[in-house]
């Protein structure tokens, strides 16, 4: 079974999202913030991650630098998620490291064909 990570301060959100996925057969995982994040990729790094943009603590960019500069030597595929529709985020997004991004609110087909263009689908 496929990993992922859903990091996300919204508790709705990640009910949401951790419904979906596991509709896709995913064995997810949650954090509310990029610290938390960064812990469970630390104990297990999962297949593919979930990140929201806006969070407290640890933002979804910064988290995306702290994961590029830490020991972590594996990969997991991310798609960054936002309702920040401006394409200077998404490039941002991309820059440090996302791979894919998806607008909030997300339903199942939107999430599944983003998934599907980082081959996690
Ligand atoms: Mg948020």
């Known amino acids: 079974?496929?990993?992922c990570l859903v990091v996300d301060d919204s508790k709705v959100i990640r009910k949401v999202a951790r419904h979906i996925l596991e509709t896709l057969d995913f064995t997810v995982r949650?954090?509310?913030?990029?610290?938390?994040?960064?812990?469970?990729c630390l104990e297990s790094v999962p297949d593919v991650i979930l990140l929201d943009w806006n969070m407290p603590v640890m933002s979804g960019m910064d988290f995306l630098r702290a994961l590029r500069d830490s020991d972590i030597t594996q990969?997991?595929?991310?798609?960054?998620?936002?309702?920040?529709?401006?394409?200077?985020?998404i490039r941002a997004a991309i820059e440090a490291g996302a791979d894919e991004y998806v607008m909030k609110p997300f339903d199942r087909e939107t999430l599944a064909s983003k998934l599907q263009i980082v081959g996690m689908a």
């Open 75 to 89: 990969r997991p595929k991310v798609v960054f998620c936002t309702t920040e529709n401006g394409m200077a985020y």
């Open 1 to 3: 079974m496929k990993t």
């Open 30 to 40: 949650e954090a509310c913030d990029g610290q938390e994040a960064l812990q469970c």
